[in-house]
């Protein structure tokens, strides 16, 4: 769904690309909902994964928790199935072995 703004411009228009922009240019501006929503662009390729990832972030109450949580507690929200759940455990056991 496209929004569009006061002055016309559709307000998801290039949001993947503003995100990628805004990490590359420095990623300790992004909020922990907008880490974990790039995160999520790989797993869902062709979704807006801002509001799953805000509802992971609300769930479980930080990043750290999203990517330690359990597959059978991730795939209760909305939006997460087995292969995001598997996504997401793969993210949290390659941080435990770095």
């Known amino acids: 769904m ?3 703004s006061k002055k016309g411009v559709k307000m998801h228009e290039n949001h993947r690309e503003r995100l990628r922009l805004k990490l590359l240019q420095n990623a300790d501006l992004l909020e922990e909902h907008e880490l974990l929503e790039i995160l999520l662009f790989y797993a869902i390729p062709r979704k ?9 972030i609300d769930h479980f109450g930080n990043l750290e928790n999203v990517l330690n949580a359990e597959t059978s507690q991730l795939i209760t929200i909305e939006g997460v199935g087995e292969s995001v759940a598997s996504y ?6 390659v941080l435990v072995r770095s």
């Open 2 to 4: 496209y929004i569009k």
């Open 48 to 56: 807006n994964t801002n509001p799953i990832a805000h509802k992971l």
């Open 88 to 93: 997401l455990k793969t993210l949290g056991a």
